[in-house]
């Protein structure tokens, strides 16, 4: 059971703009920066969205990030084929001090 | 260009011990924290160990606190993390990633080890 909540699964038509959520609680997303990591099958996570919105060079833009109080959302518009991959929210949690992640969204583009 | 190169991984019998190794180039190693993030297979993130850049603050999760030592000798621009009493559950791929601090992101990984506890 991961700390921070994610759908499971999400799945988008190539063009579609979609969106994964992400749900935590004060200690951890409500006090700290959200991260988002891509993880590409069969490869190691990459990082995608930084301290709740920004983008690491080379990132396209058609991905961003927002957060509101306990919960954060990773936004991907003109979805695209190559962008099938588990997505995963992370934060630093001050109570365990340590990180917490969630379960992970594994995206489809049909 | 940063890299991070795992090594160390292997089958070990449950209540053994391994040591992981990780080493890093492209980027000053003493100036960055790093952690240890493994992931079971078909399973999720889980972060196991971060350590500042000079080693001297540690920060473990609770199912390897006691079990797992983590350090660095930033002479050899290396990570370590010491395996002992291993179990089963800790089958997994173990990364390596590095930081600014140990609260602030993996900026890099590397391509992951495999531990395989067996019992």
């Known amino acids: 059971q991961s700390v921070l909540t994610q759908p499971p699964s999400a799945s988008g038509t190539p063009g579609q703009r979609l969106t994964i959520s992400c749900s935590g609680s004060s200690s951890n997303i409500g006090s700290n920066f959200v991260y988002w990591y891509q993880q590409l099958p069969g490869t190691a996570p990459k990082l995608l969205i930084y301290?709740?919105?920004q983008r690491p060079s080379g990132v396209p833009d058609r991905f961003s990030g927002s957060k509101s109080g306990t919960s954060a959302s990773l936004a991907i518009s003109g979805l695209r084929s190559e962008d099938e991959a588990d997505y995963y929210c992370?934060?630093?949690?001050?109570?365990?001090?340590?990180?917490?992640f969630g379960g992970g969204t594994k995206l489809t583009v049909l | 260009e940063v890299q991070l190169l795992e090594s160390g991984g292997g089958l070990v019998q449950s209540g053994g011990s391994l040591r992981l190794s990780c080493a890093a180039s492209?980027?000053?190693?003493?100036?960055?924290?790093m952690s240890w993030v493994r992931q079971a297979p078909g399973k999720g993130l889980e972060w196991v160990s971060g350590?500042?850049?000079?080693?001297?603050?540690?920060y473990y999760a609770d199912s390897v606190k006691g079990r797992f030592t983590i350090s660095r000798d930033n002479s050899k621009n290396t990570l370590y993390l010491q395996m002992n009493s291993l179990r089963v559950e800790d089958t997994a791929v173990y990364y390596c990633a590095n930081g600014l601090t140990v609260a602030g992101s993996f900026d890099y990984w590397g391509q992951g080890t495999l531990v395989t506890v067996s019992s």
């Open positions: 992370a934060a630093w949690d001050d109570s365990l001090s340590g990180w917490v």
């Open positions: 350590i500042s850049g000079r080693g001297g603050s540690t």
């Open positions: 301290g709740d919105n």
């Open positions: 492209g980027f000053t190693f003493s100036s960055y924290a």
